[in-house]
C-alpha cells in the first residue's frame, strides 16, 4: 500500500507512543494529509510514527471510513480471465462451503484484534437499515468483520470469494422479496456474532458466524432444489 509520504523525521516529531490511544495517530495521519506529502511505504510510514503495521492499518482504515482519505489502490492479484474462469468453473454451493471454512476463523480473529472503532462499525451493520438493500447489507456486514481480522491476506481473499459468489450466474436469490421474518432472523444472527466480537469472546465468535452460516447453506440448499423442481 502507499499513501502518504511522511515529514522529514527532522522536521515534525509524530512519533506516537504504542500505548496510547488511537486519537494522537490519527492527528499525527491528519497532519501528513494536510502538509500534501507524497506516497510513500506502509512499513517506512509506521516506522516514522513509531507504530506497529496493524495498528497503522487500523488507523488509515478509520479515516477511510469516515471520508478523510481515499481508498487505496486495489490491488490485482486475479486477473480478469482468471477471474472468470473462476466464475465459470464454481457454483453457489462451493462458495458457501468455502466461506463456512473461512469466516468463522475470521471472526475469531476479530474478536481478538478488532479496534473499538471497527466494533461499533461492526454493531451498526449487524441491523439492516430500512432504506438499505438487503444483500448490500449483509454483504458489507461480513466484509466489515474480514477487514477488522488484521490478516490482510484473508481478508483480500475473502474479498475475492464474495465477488465470485456475487456474480449474476452464481447468485441463488428468492423467487420473491425478502421475507421478513428471514430478516428479521439474519439480524439476530448478525447481532449474536457482532455481540460476540464486542464481548472479545473468540470462541463464541466463531461458533455464531458457524451456526449463521449453516443457516444460509440451508437456504441455497432449498433455493436450488426448489428451482431444479421448476425446471
Do not use: K, W
Not at 52 to 60: D, I, M, V
Not at 162 to 187: E, F, I, K, M
Not at 202 to 228: F, K, Y
Amino acid at each position: 500500500m502507499r499513501d502518504f509520504q511522511p515529514p522529514n523525521p527532522d522536521q515534525a516529531a509524530i512519533l506516537v507512543d504504542n500505548q496510547g490511544g488511537d486519537e494522537p495517530l490519527l492527528c499525527a495521519l491528519r497532519d501528513l494529509i494536510a502538509a500534501g506529502h507524497a506516497s510513500t511505504s506502509e512499513r517506512t510510514l509506521a516506522g516514522e510514527l513509531g507504530v506497529t503495521r496493524h495498528r497503522l492499518r487500523q488507523a488509515l482504515g478509520a479515516l477511510r471510513a469516515q471520508g478523510e482519505i481515499a481508498p487505496p489502490p486495489r490491488r490485482r492479484p486475479v486477473g480478469a480471465s482468471q477471474g472468470e474462469s473462476m466464475v465459470r468453473g464454481t457454483n453457489p454451493i462451493e462458495v458457501i462451503e468455502l466461506r463456512m471454512a473461512l469466516e468463522p476463523a475470521l471472526a475469531r480473529l476479530t474478536a481478538l484484534r478488532a479496534t473499538p472503532f471497527d466494533i461499533a462499525r461492526i454493531e451498526r451493520a449487524a441491523t439492516t437499515s430500512a432504506n438499505m438493500d438487503t444483500g448490500a447489507a449483509d454483504l458489507a456486514f461480513h466484509r466489515l468483520i474480514a477487514a477488522a481480522s488484521g490478516n490482510g491476506l484473508a481478508a483480500e481473499f475473502y474479498a475475492l470469494l464474495r465477488r465470485v459468489g456475487t456474480d449474476v450466474r452464481l447468485r441463488v436469490a428468492s423467487s420473491g422479496p425478502v421475507c421478513p421474518n428471514r430478516l428479521r432472523q439474519r439480524d439476530a444472527e448478525h447481532r449474536a456474532i457482532a455481540a460476540a466480537i464486542a464481548a472479545r469472546d473468540a470462541d463464541a465468535a466463531e461458533h455464531a458466524m458457524s451456526r449463521h452460516l449453516e443457516v444460509v447453506q440451508q437456504q441455497i440448499l432449498g433455493r436450488l432444489t426448489a428451482r431444479r423442481g421448476a425446471a
